[in-house]
Nanobody, 117 residues
Framework: QVQLVESGGGLVQPGGSLKLSCAAS????????MKWYRQAPGKERELVAT????????TYADSVKGRFTISRDNAKKTVYLQMNSLEPEDTAAYYC??????????WGRGTQVTVSS
């Protein structure tokens, strides 16, 4: 059974930093690309960052380029999202995602990030 457990969210002031973690289990982690999404109240879920199975390729939403970094540790079966220079617009629930079958996306429960002074 695929499980994704996010952690590391919280309240941070504008300009601050947070590092999110997503611990994975129930599948062969190092065979799969991993993604971070976010969803703000009243808005659609947005793809934030993607990392390939071998960490050789990463992509980012334009809104976070240069501020966020996705990484993974295949030995620990964990994917990370380092978020710097946080802005109030980054306030959202952040979700870890993996395409766990041809037709199915698997999700964690999310971790809340609030950027406010």
């Amino acid at each position: 059974q695929v499980q994704l457990v996010e952690s590391g969210g919280g309240l941070v002031q504008p300009g601050g930093s947070l590092k999110l973690s997503c611990a994975a289990s129930g599948f062969t982690f190092n065979n799969y690309a991993m993604k971070w999404y976010r969803q703000a109240p009243g808005k659609e879920r947005e793809l934030v960052a993607t990392i390939s199975s071998t960490s050789g390729s990463t992509t980012y939403a334009d809104s976070v380029k240069g501020r966020f970094t996705i990484s993974r540790d295949n030995a620990k079966k964990t994917v990370y999202l380092q978020m710097n220079s946080l802005e109030p617009e980054d306030t959202a629930a952040y979700y870890c995602n993996v395409r766990c079958s041809i037709t199915t996306d698997c999700w964690g429960r999310g971790t809340q990030v609030t950027v406010s002074s």
